[in-house]
């Protein structure tokens, strides 16, 4: 079936430090990837998306591209930040009826002034 | 625009009870969504609608029905709450033609 699978967390990091969430995915054809951002207290947000594969989404700092050999789309930031601090959502979606998004569990990333 | 809004916040209910969760987006959104959020279980589609008037279920959707009666509009219903409901949930909704799902606050739910 299709699914998402991500690095558990949490993540704890020191301000400035290299951030890696790893994400891959298992699907039937060619969904686009996505990476959520939620915040305390909010409903997610797009961060960044790759709809084809080698495509790099990136925004705010944060980077992924779309490996379709490797079937991932690995999050990075070169250097966090406190207000990075968060629950990062790996997700797909089939573009078979509907644009369901399929979510992995999530990631809670800790940044440490 | 206001964007995605859900309503209530917070809610408690005893087991048994029955509430609707109201969705209203000023998008003119066609597709929209329920999920409910689990600790460790990332986001589950309940049900969802690709149009004014349609439904259909999700991955989780027993226990919970909804309609679709405007096309602004998505209503979550439980008719009888149980304690495994008990969960934050989260309506989104999908411009047609595009992928980008946009989210409302959150409604947190406690059932006793």
């Known amino acids: 079936g299709n699914s998402v699978t991500q690095m558990e967390g949490p993540v704890t990091l020191s301000e400035e430090a290299f951030l890696t969430i790893n994400c891959t995915y298992t699907?039937?054809?060619?969904?686009?990837l996505f990476w959520y951002v939620q915040y305390p207290g909010e409903g997610l947000q797009l961060l960044l998306k790759?709809?084809?594969?080698?495509d790099k989404g990136s925004n705010k700092g944060f980077e992924a591209t779309y490996r379709k050999e490797t079937t991932s789309f690995h999050l990075e930031k070169g250097s966090v930040q406190v207000s990075d601090s968060a629950v990062y959502f790996c997700?797909?979606?089939?573009?078979?009826?509907?644009?369901?998004?399929?979510f992995g569990a999530g990631t809670r990333l800790f940044v440490k002034a | 625009n206001a964007g995605v809004t859900q309503t209530p916040k917070f809610r408690v209910l005893k087991t048994g009870q029955s509430m609707t969760l109201l969705c209203a987006q000023d998008m003119n959104h066609e597709y929209m969504y329920w999920y409910r959020q689990d600790p460790g279980m990332g986001l589950r589609l309940i049900h969802y609608?690709?149009?004014?008037?349609?439904?259909a279920k999700g991955e989780v959707p027993d226990g919970y029905n909804v309609s679709r009666l405007k096309k602004q509009n998505f209503l979550l219903g439980l008719e009888s709450a149980a304690p495994s409901q008990t969960s934050v949930y989260f309506c989104a909704s999908i411009r047609g033609g595009t992928d980008t799902q946009y989210f409302g606050p959150g409604t947190r739910l406690t059932v006793l």
């Open positions: 997700a797909l979606i089939l573009n078979t009826g509907g644009f369901k998004t399929i």
């Open positions: 790759a709809t084809k594969a080698d």
């Open positions: 609608s690709v149009g004014e008037g349609t439904t």
């Open positions: 699907a039937t054809g060619y969904p686009s």
